[in-house]
């Protein structure tokens, strides 16, 4: 429930920057109030990956609030905590799959492989 809370909470003050009611939120990316009630509340997990797209186009996510949308939106998951970007980048090129398996046969961290792309 925590990371429920965690993502129903970042929507929350997301809207409230848009000034986005409830309703007119809910209406904007087509769900029922009462669904957008009891996710920003924390009691339901979090919608598809499309609906959280759409979410972050309406509320003018930029690129860290939209990262931090989908790595909120994973962790209220049962199943696949992989953030919906990341699974889309992954499954959408099978090079990157391999390079993932290499890093890790390599025994690479996330630490390390981030100095590798910085330098």
Request: net charge positive.
């Amino acid at each position: 429930m925590l990371d429920e809370m965690r993502f129903g909470e970042f929507i929350t003050a997301m809207r409230n920057r848009e000034k986005l009611t409830l309703r007119t939120f809910s209406e904007r990316i087509s769900l029922s109030a009462a669904y957008v009630s009891q996710m920003e509340s924390g009691k339901r997990p979090a919608p598809s990956q499309e609906m959280q797209r759409k979410m972050a186009e309406i509320l003018h996510l930029n690129e860290e609030e939209r990262d931090t949308l989908y790595d909120y939106a994973a962790r209220t998951k049962k199943k696949n905590r992989i953030p919906a970007d990341i699974a889309a980048y992954i499954e959408g090129d099978g090079e990157i799959l391999q390079f993932l398996r290499e890093a890790k046969r390599r025994g690479f961290t996330g630490k390390s492989l981030l100095e590798c792309i910085r330098r």
